[in-house]
């Protein structure tokens, strides 16, 4: 036991982030964490002082004075001093609960605040991997009031161990086998509750992928996304039944483990009790046989119960911290997530040229964790102000292409350049603002129809005229002007005065917002799909003059949308099988011909 005891100590103390845990606090708060130090050791100090204030009375009681004056002054005023000790302990102890709530709230910004940052900093292969979600819910699960409870269980810790030195060393006056018998006696019930911390830890590892899944279930029955094909579907019962089970199969698994924390627990603490009645047999039979005095036997029944007391709550709140551990591991789990797209150490500027290209070379591209690459030998050319169209079948490889150019991936082998220069070399931030792409499941975000369209460019100043000017050029002015509010009507439903709107009227904001942004290139990735006819072929037929002297990468299922292109490429399973004008696409007759129709393209030629 004692070696198991011994391994799990080292286990705790490597497994416990401690000493991060307490970084972590000061960056949080250093203010409020001195305040909160300075009151940790004014309370232990009035605690302490309280006690041997008792125990001078005590011991005074137990010698009478031949002076009875002085002897009754000395009394009062020891009764005095003792009683102002305790009421300023009292107070010291309220104030410190204050400090802590103070204190807490502060680290709990500051855990929040971190773990946004990280979350927004990582790059987008993090969201389409398992495991990233996994830290994520336990780092968020670490949100709320987990910091508040390590932050409170922490001081407590601290207050505890610094009020057991006092007691201990007051136990050891009495008799020095007090304490060491009363540690011996209560060590296997922080053994068992370290234990299960433990394997509690474990359970909500192997557990978390189940409540991501329940918690995804849970979505699919409450969110309005969802709604009309949950009704329409009738997959309600199914899946709430699918929740149930699932959520009962979590269950048992916490039951398992609590009842046998429970029944060790039992077990433990009969232990610790019985090490508790063996020290009071021990005072008792040596007051009994005269080797006691009254002072000490008075003080014992003061100091025991209370270290007994502090030692359990020590216990308690050490098996806490170590319970909590799984939640503080993944927090700084997620903060040593590192990018997987390198920086340049030294970024090059973006040239400042009106005429500005990019250019794929020789791009190979593999998913991690795929098996085989999406994107094989990619050449294409993006010359300044020219629209380009990439056409192909549906898991061609044209997202993941989009992906690359806005550096959300780097190739696996190949560059991309822009103005000959491989985008590596630019800093990722100011490379990433020359390109605006609206994808196929772009963001419907439920704020103002102005603010929707001043996200493209959100460092920048907020001219109403630009947002109008852009709204006009992708045709979203015609909804926008019929509400009362105009470009302060916020959109959506989630919140209260939402208007909802079509999903093409959602398109013609995004596209909006590709227009309004001050990017150098903008690239549309099936973002008229939803677009009425009309609509469409007003927005391309004149989508030259709209993006003014920018460059344009336009992916469509249309041939109204790809045909005003300046070149056209052909994707087909990863790789560029055709590529030039439309008509000469037409012309050649191979897959491009095939894809929009055989007899309109003929009819068009
Ligand atoms: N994150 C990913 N990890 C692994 N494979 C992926 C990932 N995203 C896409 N793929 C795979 O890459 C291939 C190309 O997908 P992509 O989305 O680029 O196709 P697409 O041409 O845009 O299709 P569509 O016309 O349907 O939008 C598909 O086979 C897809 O399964």
Redesign the pocket.
């Known amino acids: 036991m004692i070696k198991s005891f011994a391994t799990k100590a080292h286990k705790l103390s490597t497994n416990l982030n401690l000493l991060r845990i307490i970084r972590l606090i000061w960056s949080a708060t250093k203010l409020w964490t001195t305040i909160s130090i300075i009151f940790i050791m004014v309370e232990s100090a009035l605690f302490f002082a309280s006690l041997y204030l008792l125990k001078l009375l005590i011991d005074t009681l137990a010698k009478k004075e031949a002076n009875l004056v002085q002897y009754e002054d000395r009394v009062i005023n020891l009764i005095i001093f003792a009683t102002l000790a305790a009421v300023l302990c009292a107070a010291a102890k309220a104030i410190l609960g204050y400090i802590t709530e103070k204190q807490s709230g502060k680290v709990a910004e500051y855990v929040d605040n971190k773990i946004h940052e990280s979350a927004i900093n990582l790059d987008l292969s993090f969201y389409?991997s398992p495991e990233y979600f996994d830290i994520l819910k336990r780092a968020r699960d670490m949100g709320g009031d987990r910091p508040n409870l390590i932050v409170f269980t922490i001081v407590d810790i601290t207050k505890n161990f610094i009020n057991l030195i006092i007691i201990g060393s007051i136990l050891v006056s009495i008799d020095w086998r007090l304490f060491p018998i009363l540690t011996l006696f209560v060590l296997p019930t922080l053994w068992v509750r370290i234990i299960f911390a433990d394997s509690q830890n474990v359970l909500r590892i192997t557990q978390t992928a189940l409540e991501r899944k329940t918690n995804y279930l849970s979505t699919l029955l409450t969110s309005d996304v969802h709604a009309k094909e949950v009704r329409s579907f009738g997959l309600g019962e199914y899946l709430r039944k699918m929740y149930s089970e699932i959520r009962l199969l979590l269950l048992s698994g916490k039951l398992k483990l609590s009842k046998e924390r429970t029944y060790r627990e039992l077990v433990t603490s009969a232990i610790a009790t019985l090490g508790f009645f063996s020290c009071i047999a021990y005072i008792a039979i040596g007051s009994v046989r005269g080797n006691t005095s009254v002072g000490d036997i008075t003080l014992f029944l003061v100091a025991f119960p209370q270290s007994f007391n502090v030692i359990q709550t020590l216990s308690s709140g050490i098996s806490t911290l170590y319970q909590n551990n799984i939640f503080v591991k993944s927090v700084f789990e997620l903060f040593d997530l590192k990018s997987n797209l390198v920086q340049a150490q030294h970024p090059l500027p973006i040239p400042n040229d009106a005429s500005i290209d990019l250019e794929i070379k020789d791009l190979n591209f593999i998913?991690p964790?795929?098996e085989k690459p999406?994107l094989t030998d990619i050449n294409i050319k993006m010359p300044s102000g020219k629209i380009i169209a990439v056409v192909?079948?549906?898991?061609?490889?044209?997202?993941?292409?989009i992906k690359l150019l806005c550096r959300l991936y780097d190739p696996t082998s190949g560059t991309i350049s822009l103005s000959g220069t491989d985008i590596r070399k630019y800093s990722i931030k100011e490379y990433q603002k020359q390109i605006c792409a609206v994808f196929?499941d772009f963001g419907k975000y439920n704020v103002s129809a102005a603010d929707n369209i001043r996200f493209g460019d959100i460092d920048g100043k907020r001219d109403r005229i630009e947002i109008i000017e852009a709204a006009k050029n992708s045709g979203a002015d015609s909804f926008i002007d019929t509400f009362p509010a105009r470009y302060d009507t916020i959109m959506g439903r989630i919140f209260e005065d939402g208007h909802e709107v079509s999903i093409g009227q959602w398109q013609k904001l995004a596209i909006a917002r590709s227009f309004y942004s001050k990017s150098r290139f903008i690239i549309l990735d099936?973002a008229t799909s939803a677009l009425d006819a009309t609509a469409e072929k007003e927005l391309f037929d004149s989508f030259r003059e709209r993006i003014g002297t920018r460059s344009a990468l336009i992916i469509s299922?249309r041939q109204s949308a790809v045909k005003h292109a300046d070149y056209i490429y052909f994707?087909s399973n990863g790789t560029i099988s055709e590529s030039g004008t439309h008509q000469e696409l037409i012309n050649l007759k191979g897959a491009y011909y095939n894809l929009f129709n055989k007899d309109l393209a003929q009819k068009q030629q």
């Open positions: 389409e998913y964790h795929a999406t192909g079948m549906n898991g061609a490889g044209k997202s993941t292409l196929q099936e299922h994707l």
